[in-house]
């Protein structure tokens, strides 16, 4: 038996306003040092007689941070069945128990289940000696976003998993994740309101088809985004986080978006949009002094227009992915 293994997978961002489901960046905690918001996932082996002890690969010992709501039943697990389609695929003879601990908020817009699910992966590659690349990785943990939301995505996965700001060009057949540059002082302004999103119920709501006007709107966005990344061009930018497509669908069903979204802008935010499906809110911001203004004045703006309480989160970018840890904090 080898020693357990820990994995932190950081939070996410995930559309970045004009990028449905393809552009997510990765989060931290700003200058302490010490893990932001994400999950941590303990990977032991389990002895087996033969087969996989009645329990089938992969078996959840205890979830810490989530108040009971997580299901224990493999079967129903974010993490449990990215570890078990990855123990499948590479090892079938192992047996796994992992132990999950959340250090972020459920359904809050944050990539909580490709958290959960790329920390599950991570953990289980290192304990089973795999070192599989972070392609297969990804096509894994694959199998419990889809459990969580209802359909294969990688814009939470790719980031959480490689760190930095990525953009998800295809997951089909194989994962085709591209890198992109981060200008200079890019940061983060996050504010998350004490409220609810479920995923799921809120990608079953938005429109199977799109009028093209729309579409073409949205494309022009999400390729001038990578234009300015590209070119360090913060205008270019700033025009370019618009979403026509989630948004307007997502947006009223949280109380406060538009005054706080207003207050990021006049602020100095460069552009502000829901984080997947809300309800935290996410602004680009150059640098971390104008980025703490843009939080706090969202946040302000939360509590007076909705009177709805928030928590807040400056992040520069680029943010580091998941990796195994050792008696970090
Ligand atoms: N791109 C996804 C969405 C992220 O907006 O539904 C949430 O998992």
């Known amino acids: ?19 449905f ?14 893990l932001g918001p994400g999950d941590v996932v303990t990977a032991r082996e389990r002895e087996t007689t033969g087969g996989a002890g009645g329990y089938g690969p992969v078996r959840i010992t205890a979830i810490a941070g989530d108040e009971g709501r997580l299901p224990l039943e493999a079967g129903r697990n974010t993490a449990a069945v990215a570890a078990k389609a990855l123990v499948n695929g590479e090892a079938p003879d192992a047996a796994v128990d992992l132990e999950i601990e959340k250090r972020m908020p459920l359904e809050s817009g944050l990539g909580s289940s490709a958290a959960s699910a790329v920390a ?7 304990l089973l000696g795999l070192e599989l690349p972070a392609a297969a990785l ?11 939301s209802g359909g294969p995505h ?12 990525v953009l998800v060009r295809s997951l089909d057949p194989e994962p085709d994740v591209i890198d992109l540059p981060v200008p200079e002082g890019l940061t983060c302004a996050l504010v998350r309101p004490h409220a609810e999103v479920n995923t799921k119920e809120s ?4 429109d199977r088809h799109l009028p093209l006007e729309r579409a073409v709107t949205q494309w022009g966005n999400a390729a001038a985004l990578v234009a300015a990344l590209y070119r360090s061009d913060l205008e270019l930018l700033s025009r370019s986080l618009v979403d026509v497509v989630a948004e307007p669908v997502r947006a009223p069903g949280v109380p406060g978006f538009d005054a706080a979204r207003a207050a990021a802008i006049d602020a100095g935010a460069l552009g502000c949009s829901l984080s997947g499906s809300g309800p935290a809110l996410f602004a680009l911001c150059d640098g971390r002094v104008r980025a703490r203004q843009v939080a706090a004045a969202m946040a302000g703006a939360f509590e007076s227009s909705a009177d709805v309480d928030c928590d807040q989160l400056v992040a520069p970018l680029p943010a580091p992915g998941a990796r195994v840890i050792d008696g970090e904090a």
């Open 1 to 19: 038996m080898t020693n357990p293994v820990r994995a932190f997978a950081p939070a996410s961002v995930s559309n970045i306003a004009c990028g």
């Open 21 to 34: 489901d393809i552009l997510g960046f990765a989060l931290q905690s700003d200058g302490d040092g010490r």
């Open 120 to 126: 599950a992966v991570v953990a289980v590659d290192a």
């Open 138 to 148: 990804l096509r894994y943990a694959v199998a419990g976003e889809v459990l969580a």
């Open 154 to 165: 990688g814009d939470n996965l790719a980031p959480s998993l490689l760190g930095g700001l």
């Open 203 to 206: 990608r079953a709501r938005l």
